[in-house]
């Protein structure tokens, strides 16, 4: 029975912050956009009694603070949620006023040791905003590298979420297949790889709302469990249900999480959600494969997105 890790990459914007907006709307367009935001996000799984993962960036208290990130940890927590460690590397240098400072971008753009020093720290700064001692990681951008695994094996964790086959090579640089989406041992750690689904012959897209129609959605949680799986990992973000101005909700990212939750509760006999902190004993030998292409499903969700793209993006 496959378990489903449904994950949300909480973080303020690096997009916002580089626009120099004013901080007040940096956090408020990055955790609480037009009101579709974390706080919506958790409101919609208590309501369908889900459970779901917030990786959260502890980095921008580096600029603003530990209150916005000690803000969203509480309510995580407080709605019975989990907040388990994420990680942008261009925060490291950012500066409040001088908003084109900042660090390298990419966590692979640091070695072994100096990413152990960072994670290390990060957890550190998590910790101090209220959470537990992290036993899992995502990698901003998905980028993560070998170095990466080893030195959250030095440190004590025991998941990596960072492997993703729809942004490999280019962001994500872990030693692993692009079709893998079944969680393996690897480098000490089990990773447990974002789930894709193929939209065309050699070409893959992540299990993300803002990327699948509900159709793909449902297509990709029954294809898991006619095959048996041994996970479905999903990403969104706490700004994903938004423009990408974080002014105004995006009517089709909405639709699409909305039927997402309804679908898990629907499917949870089968298709339970699981929290990292949980320990769920995963298969590691598995060699699952992605939902394979459909032309009419393809074009379907094609259409869907040229409307997102170029109404709900751009209207007032």
Request: proline fraction near 6%.
């Amino acid at each position: 029975m496959p378990h489903v890790f449904l994950t949300i990459d909480t973080e303020l914007a690096w997009r916002h912050h580089s626009a120099g907006l004013p901080a007040d709307d940096v956090v408020a367009r990055s955790l609480e956009p037009a009101g579709v935001g974390v706080a919506y996000t958790l409101d919609l799984l208590a309501r369908h009694g889900l459970k779901a993962c917030f990786f959260v960036d502890p980095m921008p208290a580096l600029v603003y603070g530990l209150g916005p990130i000690r803000g969203v940890v509480e309510a995580i927590l407080a709605a019975g949620q989990e907040v388990q460690l994420h990680f942008h590397g261009q925060w490291t240098h950012a500066q409040a006023d001088d908003r084109t400072a900042a660090g390298r971008f990419e966590l692979w753009d640091y070695g072994t040791d100096e990413q152990q020093q960072l994670i290390g720290a990060a957890a550190d700064l998590l910790q101090a905003a209220g959470a537990p001692r992290p036993n899992a990681f995502r990698a901003g951008s998905y980028a993560a590298d070998e170095g990466t695994v080893a030195a959250l094996e030095r440190l004590g964790f025991t998941y990596d979420s960072s492997h993703n086959g729809a942004e490999a090579p280019r962001w994500s640089r872990l030693d692993l297949p692009r079709e893998r989406i079944a969680p393996v041992e690897h480098g000490g750690l089990i990773e447990v790889p974002v789930t894709t689904i193929a939209d065309r012959p050699g070409a893959l897209r992540s299990f993300q709302p803002c990327a699948l129609s509900g159709g793909e959605q449902a297509a990709a949680l029954d294809h898991a469990i006619a095959e048996d799986h041994a996970a479905v990992t999903i990403v969104s973000h706490s700004f994903e249900l938004s423009n990408r101005a974080g002014t105004r909700p995006n009517a089709v990212h909405v639709r699409r999480f909305e039927a997402l939750c309804r679908m898990l509760e629907d499917r949870r006999a089968v298709l339970p959600t699981t929290h990292f902190s949980d320990w769920p004993e995963l298969p590691l030998e598995r060699h699952d494969q992605p939902l394979g292409p459909r032309r009419l499903r393809t074009a379907r969700r094609q259409a869907e997105q040229l409307w997102s793209n170029w109404v709900e993006e751009r209207a007032a």
